[in-house]
């Protein structure tokens, strides 16, 4: 060893990685095998088909030069285009195509914004519970997670607002929100957008806003934008996709916008990361932009449906129906379940795949179950109720 030079572990893990755990969908889905009997509300996918053009238009791009390129770097320049119409269009901010960057889903996107707008040390407020991946991307950029839990209110989720303030400190950078909110399907109100607005304004904060499924929400509820509200504009950074709205999971092809001064630093991050999104897949992407309107009514109705069911299934238990998204949540805290417990009985003694949600919440995470409902159509859902009967027993018990 050279003079001067200590020994230091070579163990793959280090420190960055250290408090992150890994997923437990993939671990449940291949527990669940391929039975068919097996009702598969484990992973955030539907059975509902993309939009035709989409196909369509991916398959033209096979084999055509301009689709088998790196560049441009930041997004093919006609869907950067479509995205900031239909940006313009839902909020009425006059936002570029130069102030877009394509990113390689909506996941890629948030780790993008997360390294342009946070140092090591920053603290990152989310919800409880909350998509993982909008933990512990905070935690790979060196930022800190702090949490604001939802809480029950009758029969819908809402964001504790005392918490939320109580959460945002003097190393505070961002508020990172979905709404609607995965895993809960909770959508914010009114009031509590005021509130987060109001924090980002008087502490200086970003917020980061995935909005990956800002159009599914349910029981005739408006679709809200925060950069909309007073002063939000220059302050929110936006992550879209086309894998929800318009079921294309397997394209990968995500968005970023926001205002210009940090949109060159994601589009760094962008290019450092994974350089360019797929080419044939934004073929696809920049099709679907142009869906009907009526089509994407139909998809959420029927979502809308399987939600019914799922909630008429679940009545027993207090299950509180998803305000919008594709999930829902199942309080195995109040039967005395863990949730990796619950997702164990659920599946082998209910035939249920369904995901634990430890990992997903400080307080909330580890007392619920998530239950998919986007994937299984109505008459295979119905019939839930017997089988969470079987695995976790009544509630009265």
Known sequence: MAPGHEARSLSPMGRRLSG???????????????????????????????????????????????????????????????????????TGIDYD???????????????????????????????????????????????????????????EWRLDLDALSGAVGPKTRAIFLMNPSMPSGAVLNATEWDAVAALCRERDLWLLYNAAMERIVFDGRSVAHPATLPGMAERTVIIGSVSKEYRMIGWRVGWVYGPREVMADVALAHIYNTTTAIGIAQAGA????????????????????????????????????????????????????????????????????????????????????????????VERLR???DRALRALGATGR
């Open 20 to 90: 992150i755990p890994g997923f437990s969908i993939d671990q449940v889905a291949a527990a669940a095998g391929d039975d068919p009997d097996v009702l598969r509300l484990e992973n955030l996918d539907t059975d509902l088909a993309p939009p035709p053009a989409a196909i369509e238009a991916t398959r033209r791009a096979i084999g055509q030069d301009d689709d088998n390129s790196y560049l441009p770097f930041t997004g093919q320049d006609q869907l950067r285009a479509n995205v900031a119409a239909r940006a313009r269009t839902q």
């Open 383 to 385: 019939g839930l109720g």
């Open 286 to 377: 920049i099709a679907a932009l142009n869906e009907p309107e009526a089509e994407f009514a139909r998809c959420v109705s029927i979502w809308e449906r399987r939600r019914d069911v799922v909630t008429r299934e679940l009545a027993q238990y207090g299950a509180i129906p998803a305000a919008g998204g594709w999930s829902q949540l199942l309080d195995v805290g109040a039967l005395g379940f863990d949730s990796m417990t619950a997702s164990k009985l659920l599946l082998e003694n209910g035939r249920v795949a369904a995901t634990p949600m430890r990992n997903w919440g400080d307080v909330n995470g580890d007392r619920l179950v998530r239950l998919v409902f986007s994937n299984e159509p």
């Open 97 to 155: 195509p130069s102030d877009v960057v394509i990113t390689c889903g909506g996941t890629e996107g948030m780790l993008d914004a997360l390294f342009a707008l946070t140092e090591p040390g920053d603290e990152v407020v989310v919800t409880d519970p909350t998509y993982a991946g909008m933990i512990y991307r905070p935690r790979l950029v060196g930022a800190v997670p702090r949490f604001a839990p939802f809480v029950i209110d009758g029969d």
